[in-house]
């Protein structure tokens, strides 16, 4: 079984290289509500990854990046 924060922390080092998102702070999973939140130094963002395999919640988080 993928655990989803686990992909998600690397997600989170892998973003914050980039000149786009070097203001990311955290990709936070609730498992309870599928949902994936997106937190940068001046906002969140929520995204919905219900029914998502470990790679479509990736496919998803960045497609919600703004």
């Known amino acids: 079984m ?3 924060q686990d ?5 989170v080092e892998c973003l ?3 000149y786009d998102q070097h ?3 955290q990709l936070i999973y609730d498992e309870e509500h599928e949902t994936v939140t997106v937190v940068w130094e001046n906002g969140h963002t929520v ?3 219900a029914m998502d395999s470990g ?3 990736v496919r998803d988080v960045l ?3 703004r």
């Open 2 to 4: 993928e655990n989803k």
């Open 63 to 65: 497609r919600a990046l």
């Open 16 to 18: 914050k290289l980039t």
């Open 47 to 49: 995204v919905n990854v």
């Open 55 to 57: 790679i479509a919640m």
């Open 23 to 25: 203001d990311l702070e």
């Open 7 to 11: 992909i998600l922390d690397a997600l």
